[in-house]
């Protein structure tokens, strides 16, 4: 990244992203330098910050998926106390605690921005990425792909991701916005780095790896809830008829 120029790190602008975009540029540039590729630089890049970011995903989406399960519960709620607000919100809290959901469970997707931002500002004052090719046709991670093969990849991807990922909202105006969100980040994506669309290629595929996992630990965890119920009523069934035989010895003495 820096070439032979000691002094260049210090006079770099980063601009307000500096705090996280210029650790991101030293990792780019140590795994540029044991790969000799900056694409596979940027990949590596993307799974550490995947894998840093996997636990509070994860949890963000355990609870969107918790909410979806609930919300016909929660549409309940809004219409049985909609003219007592502070009745519904303690409703709405109990609801949470019952199920185990964090209401702020999505709000740690937002910590992915900051990063994607801090990664665009990277690539756009880190001059080891101009004329850096990856493979096949691209041949500048800091130029847009000239076939939009990458943005349009992405934009699958997202999409496909974004059908993944539990949704409460019910209102069909507001699902069209939420889904076509994608492809008008898809139609930016055509204008960004390369480089930037590979990284949120990469994202979006772990990030759909991770969905189908959560998925599965949802279900699990449902499985066991569903047995320790069945093995509760057995317990409270077997009880009922050892009170009732004991009364009926009591009665014949």
Sequence with gaps: VWGEDANLPAI???GFMEVL??????ILDVFHKWTGNWGLAIILLTLIVRGLLWPVAQKSQVSMMRMSKIAPLMQEIQ???KDDPAMMQQKQLELY???KINPFGCLPLLLQMPIFFALYRCIFVTGGLYNAEFI???KDLSAPDPYFILPILSVVLLV???LLTPSTVKNTSQKVMIYSMPVIFGL????LPSGLCLYMIVSSGIGMVQSFYVRRVVAREEAEEEEEKKNDT???????????AAKRREEKV
Excluded at 21 to 26: E, H, L, S, Y
Excluded at 234 to 244: A, F, T
Aim: aromatic share 16%; net charge positive.
């Design 12 to 14: 770099i602008d980063y």
């Design 21 to 26: 975009a210029k650790p991101m540029a030293w």
């Design 79 to 81: 219409e049985k106390y």
């Design 97 to 99: 605690q019952t199920h």
């Design 136 to 138: 096949f046709w691209i």
């Design 160 to 162: 496909v991701q974004q």
């Design 188 to 191: 930016m994506m055509l204008f």
């Design 234 to 244: 057995i317990i409270e069934n077997l009880g009922s008829k050892e009170r009732r």
